[in-house]
């Protein structure tokens, strides 16, 4: 990696305070007397509190020592079922800070409702990135009977950061006919509260279902930056298409005259390519990428850098 590259992806690393990887805006945090936080996302609030663990625990179908995830990819493409993307950030418990390398283990049923006990499929880890994201690819867990009554959809998670205790629970689904009536979904105080672990799916231009879960959990990260510094700077409007294949268009705007730089980084935080350079008026602009055929298919993220700080990105999905 030359000397270049090095900068750029030291600064994408330093100045990136990104709390989604499926919303456009970066959110406002604001702090209470209490150091609660909220986190303003689309139409939703996210408010700081704890990451509960569910009431079902472990549960009979963990397996120990699941591979790693490989290109996002927990479900092979062939898995029948209904695509979904879940990504999220790791933070702190005050969310002042977010956690790099924390291994998250997650395992699901399949469509049918039926796990995989004798090997690992829709089971595997993957770690949070400098910026403490993740982010996964796989299938909507089915429905299965449990007693009497069914199972809503559900994902578990087994979250540890480095140097704690780890966190294991389950994520739900908005929309779900089975909340109500599962003896863990259903619960909404204490400890084994559910409210904040059942979330919205939308889905995306390709027809997959798209998810955000930021868990909130005790370990020692790295500091939030200063969030919506793009307000009088400057903002990605629109990139599509998205999902793309072999080219996408960008369109940004710039707020004051000033250096401007529109780069990609992979999940990773590595500079893929660095689409314009140049000294900006105020004005709208766009700018077209299209990527070498050898780039894998995966998440990108398309940012706007003025004058060296990171001010805005919106993510890419490459097919």
Not at 119 to 142: A, C, D, H, W
Not at 144 to 149: T, V
Not at 278 to 299: E, F, M, Q
């Amino acid at each position: 990696m030359n000397k270049s590259k090095k900068n750029n992806r030291r600064k994408f690393l330093k100045n990136t305070s990104l709390s989604l990887l499926s919303v456009p805006l970066i959110p406002t945090i604001l702090k209470s007397d209490n150091s609660a936080v909220s986190l303003s996302k689309d139409n939703s609030i996210f408010t700081c509190n704890q990451s509960t663990e569910d009431a079902y625990g472990q549960g009979p179908f963990y397996t120990a020592n699941a591979p790693f995830i490989q290109n996002d990819q927990l479900a092979d493409t062939n898995e029948v079922g209904t695509r979904i993307i879940i990504s999220g950030q790791v933070y702190n418990l005050d969310c002042s800070e977010v956690i790099p390398n924390t291994e998250i283990d997650i395992w699901h049923a399949n469509s049918a409702g039926e796990y995989d006990n004798t090997g690992y499929n829709l089971r595997g880890k993957t770690i949070t990135n400098s910026q403490g994201f993740y982010v996964f690819e796989s299938v909507k867990p089915g429905f299965y009977l449990n007693g009497s009554n069914f199972r809503p959809s559900h994902i578990h998670f087994k979250i540890t950061p480095p140097g704690f205790s780890p966190l294991i629970t389950q994520l739900y689904f908005q929309g779900d006919p089975y909340i109500a009536t599962d003896a863990a979904a259903s619960i909404t105080n204490g400890s084994f509260d559910a409210t904040n672990r059942i979330i919205p799916l939308i889905a995306n231009s390709d027809g997959d279902l798209e998810g955000t879960w930021d868990i909130v959990i005790n370990g020692d990260g790295v500091p939030l930056g200063t969030n919506n510094i793009h307000l009088d700077k400057g903002i990605i409007y629109n990139v599509s298409p998205n999902p793309f294949t072999d080219y996408i268009n960008i369109n940004y705007g710039v707020f004051t005259k000033s250096k401007v730089v529109i780069a990609v980084y992979n999940i990773r935080g590595e500079i893929v390519a660095n689409l314009d350079e140049r000294i900006l008026d105020p004005d709208k602009y766009s700018v077209a990428w299209n990527p070498d055929p050898k780039i894998p298919k995966g998440h990108y993220f398309i940012s706007i850098i003025i004058n060296d700080l990171q001010v805005h990105y919106l993510k890419l999905i490459k097919q």
